[in-house]
């Protein structure tokens, strides 16, 4: 198994090489030469797994044997034995078509987790047996900072610099990150806007001199590692419904935003999971449902919504599906791509169209629409969903049908937006892990916004 550019220019590279690189060196994205391909007989025998077992089943087909299957299995057993529930990844049932996967048992009560603790173990592996150091530099607009700090912290041979936009995140958000007293973790809560703490790593990324001098790593929604870790969970709740309801036509409704959730899912399905139909749910930034729609990709006005981590102009892992789409061919997608870059649009052809609208039905909630949906799903099923879940859940109520069960992903904990929750009238207290931030020093920096600031912090951190 080798890992290859959807640009085509990048040499074949294992599958360590692969995470570590993150981003293809071409700006392209790297996905696996040739998709795994399950028979019925693996299925069959996947069928009876514990999640972890099944975690690491697909990660033997990926790892390229460059990990023993013994350190495999610890690596796995060590990322998820933070959850909070036995299953990992819980299967719900609401009613006799609805059912719920919840994501978000990991220690910061969001489904980043499930990708970024195996990440983050998986890095101090590598740092472990290269005897190297890694140091990683990530943005985030909430979620993903502390679910990188959770992952990485107290591992030797690691250190984390997460940058956030200052008064710009939830309290809770910020209380998951700014808690951790550790000395090998450093959070900055730079005075601009996401947007700018992003531009601020692209550009230090960029010195390439500085970068290698100081083995710096990204963590951001790209990586492969991440799309691995995810496809875990549509295969368990697969089999979790087809187990009590044998025969039934199996679909997901997946909240989507940088389109990392979904290609798992579309991964999964690859490689021989039968999966009846994607539902794409995005909310008011719906740059994806509109491609679905119209088969034109072009960036429209930021909407605020109740949905945060969705808030996305650009989804930075669609490039992996234009990559199938258009025939697994290197040269079409960089072509695609050097076009989208001249003039910020991609058009794809009627007939593309059609491929792309058996691939996904797709759906765009409005902020009100989301609120319902809380509501409506809190009075009907006594279920309390997430603004995330919920332009999920408001998508199955759309496009979904009696024919077949639908699997809303469930992404957030929903005590993670109260503040949204009581717009509807749904008051809850906070999980007692979460309480017990409020209660901790705080160590916050907060810092100018400007590149060399930053850079400078880097350095004395990394000294
Ligand atoms: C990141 C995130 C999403 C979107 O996932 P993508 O992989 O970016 O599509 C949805 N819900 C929550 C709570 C998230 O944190």
Known sequence: MRYISTRGKVAPMGFIDAVLMGMADDGGL?????????????????????YRDLAVEIFWLYANQEISRKDLTELVDDSYRRFRDEQVTPLGRLDENRYVAELFHGPTFAF??????????????????TNSVINILGATSGDTGASAVEGVRGKPGIRICILYPHQKVSRVQELQMTTVNDSHVLNLAVQGTFDDCQRIIKEI?????????????AVNSINMARILAQTVYYFYAYFRLVEAEPGKKVSFSVPTGNFGNLFAGYLAKKMGLP?????????????????????????????????????????????????????????????IMAEFRAHGRIVSSPSTVQQVQTDFSAYSVGNE????????????YGYVVDPHTACAAAAAEKLGSEREATVILATAHPAKFNEALALRGILQGYPKEIEQLFDLPETKTVVECRTEVIQDRLVHFLA
């Open 30 to 50: 790297l996905v696996p030469e040739q998709i795994p391909s399950l028979s019925a007989e693996d299925l069959r025998r996947w069928a009876g797994l514990s």
């Open 112 to 129: 980043k987790d499930i990708a970024l603790q195996f990440l983050g173990n998986l890095y101090a592996y590598v740092a472990h047996r």
């Open 369 to 380: 629409e989301c609120l319902e949906t809380i509501a409506a799903y809190h009075q009907h």
């Open 275 to 335: 999966i009846h139909r994607f539902i794409l749910a995005t909310n008011e930034n719906n740059i994806l449902e509109r491609y679905v729609r119209e088969g034109v990709y072009q960036p429209s006005e930021f909407h605020r919504t109740y949905s945060p981590s969705m808030d996305i102009q650009i989804a930075s892992n669609f490039e992996r599906y234009l990559y199938y789409l258009y025939g697994e061919n290197p040269e079409t997608v960089d072509s």
């Open 205 to 217: 990324f960029a010195e390439v001199e500085f970068k290698r001098r100081y083995h710096l790593r």
